[in-house]
């Protein structure tokens, strides 16, 4: 090869990088802000027509106002195919029950503890439990 030949191929690649490096030098190529149009104002419209008056109703009422009853007829609830429960004592009564075992229970507790039937609560235990009806 002559000197020549090496020097092209040498001094190619050299200039192609050398022009990719240069290009990169100059940075990226801004492009000027699109140019904004201001929002076309709306037209004026017109003021709106007054349709008239409007129109009467009928001289009657309704015959839904007239008929007394409802409009439809309402059906029958079928009775339940499982018989309704029954509670042993009203709700009340099982609320008072529940009560009394309860202040019989508290008064036991105090009696194994020791505390005297002349105390203040005991005697409020006590008169709960005289009370008649209960």
């Known amino acids: 090869m002559t000197r020549a030949a ?6 190619l690649p050299a200039l192609w990088i050398g022009g990719a490096a240069a290009a990169q030098l100059h940075g990226p190529v801004f492009l000027p802000p699109p140019a904004i149009a201001p929002a076309p104002t709306p037209a004026p419209l017109a003021p709106p027509v007054n349709p008239g008056p409007a129109p009467a109703p009928p001289p009657s009422l309704s015959p839904i106002l007239t008929q007394p009853g409802p409009v439809f007829t309402i059906p029958e609830r079928a009775a339940p195919s499982y018989p309704e429960t029954q509670y042993p004592n009203p709700v009340d009564q099982q609320k008072s029950d529940a009560y009394r075992r309860a202040l019989e229970q508290e008064q ?3 009696d194994r ?9 005991s005697r409020e235990i006590q008169q709960q439990l005289n009370q008649p009806g209960q």
């Open 6 to 11: 090496i020097g092209a191929v040498f001094l």
């Open 108 to 110: 036991r507790q105090r």
């Open 113 to 121: 503890a020791g505390v005297s039937p002349a105390s203040r609560r």
